[in-house]
């Protein structure tokens, strides 16, 4: 089965940059788009954005646009969320998630196998 680890969370202040990285390994890392979710203490998870298998397509959660890039390297089967202008409203637990169903889909039904997640503070 397919194994996905989170990395690269922490505190930081508002304003400030994070980059998130997941490690794929089981299966061939280019036969999955990806995606980026989050979850929030008490509320639903929430999509973030997504890229197609090879990176050319992205797709983004309009509260991060012009602040997220997702960017993936698949010869490192490594899929990255760089987070600039960080907001305390963006403080979650991060998940990244493998999708194998046609489109960069936001709902979480399109999305087979998850990570454990790595929690992102924001601070004011």
């Known amino acids: 089965q397919v194994h996905l680890v989170e990395t690269g969370g922490g505190l930081v202040q508002a304003g400030g940059s994070l980059r998130l990285s997941c490690a794929v390994s089981g299966r061939t890392f280019s036969n999955y788009k990806m995606g980026w979710f989050r979850q929030a203490p008490g509320k639903e998870r929430e999509f973030v954005g997504a890229?197609?298998?090879?990176?050319?397509?992205?797709s983004y959660v309009d509260s991060v646009k012009g602040r997220f890039t997702i960017s993936r390297d698949n010869a490192k089967n490594t899929v990255f969320l760089q987070m600039n202008s960080l907001k305390p409203e963006d403080t979650a637990v991060y998940y990244c998630?493998?999708?194998?169903?046609?489109?960069?889909?936001?709902?979480?039904?399109?999305?087979?196998?998850w990570g454990q997640g790595t929690q992102v503070t924001v601070s004011s």
């Open positions: 998630a493998t999708s194998s169903i046609y489109g960069l889909r936001s709902d979480l039904s399109a999305y087979s196998s």
């Open positions: 890229i197609s298998r090879s990176g050319g397509s992205t």
